[in-house]
């Protein structure tokens, strides 16, 4: 079983539509990353969170540390939005960056 | 935001080359970098941990003498991929923690595909 698990793997909606993308992880940590990556590979870190809840324009990523469990909303969702998004879990030492990867869910936004 | 750069995007190399990346944290320094790789439709895995001043230190099952990492400089670390051969074909990515920043956010390269023929 891998350490961080997301789901669906894959999700195809109407623009528009409400995306969430779900990330579980079965370790402690520090840190939670949410990652984007486009078709030519290039990822853009969107989020990293502890706790709670961030927003960032469209986007907005919630964390239950008890749960393991975090998701990665999208409102008014766009064809550009499509991209694989990736979860990644740094470790519980505050000087531990070493990420752990989720195998990425791919969204296609059709127009 | 930081930016991170890597060179080249793209590589096709005969098998038996060896093949040098590079990663630079353009506008931050990076004591330490990350080198990952990605094969199609797989997550990222971690090679290995660059530090700056001292030896890289390799993740299980990753071979340190075929996967030479050097961070000569607190904004620069290059992969050198000694002897490729077509199983290492792949999408090598790296990052960098910006530390100055206090948040540990992780700046990632674009990415280098490597094609071994």
């Known amino acids: 079983k891998n350490e961080v698990e997301q789901s669906p793997q894959n999700l195809t909606a109407q623009e528009g539509e409400f995306i969430t993308i779900n990330c579980s992880y079965s370790v402690g940590i520090s840190a939670l990353h949410w990652l984007q990556q486009h078709p030519g590979g290039g990822i853009v870190s969107l989020f990293m969170l502890s706790s709670g809840k961030k927003k960032h324009g469209r986007l907005i990523a919630t964390i239950n540390i008890q749960e393991k469990h975090s998701s990665l909303h999208i409102t008014a969702s766009h064809p550009r939005d499509s991209a694989v998004y990736i979860c990644a879990v740094a470790g519980l030492n505050f000087g531990n960056e070493k990420l752990t990867f989720g195998t990425g869910t791919r969204l296609t936004i059709i127009p | 935001g930081a930016v991170v750069s890597q060179h080249p995007s793209r590589v096709i190399c005969k098998s038996g080359t060896s093949v040098k990346i590079e990663c630079r944290s353009l506008?931050?320094?990076?004591?330490?970098m990350f080198w990952y790789r990605q094969f199609p439709k797989q997550s990222l895995m971690l090679m290995a941990t660059s530090n700056e001043g001292s030896k890289a230190t390799y993740e299980q099952g990753v071979e340190k003498d075929k996967f030479l990492i050097n961070h000569a400089s607190l904004t620069l670390s290059t992969l050198t991929v000694t002897s490729a051969h077509p199983e290492d074909s792949s999408f090598y990515i790296c990052?960098?923690?910006?530390?100055?920043?206090?948040?540990?956010?992780?700046?990632f390269g674009p990415g280098t595909r490597l094609t071994v023929l």
């Open positions: 506008d931050f320094q990076a004591t330490t």
């Open positions: 990052s960098a923690p910006n530390r100055a920043s206090g948040v540990r956010e992780q700046f």
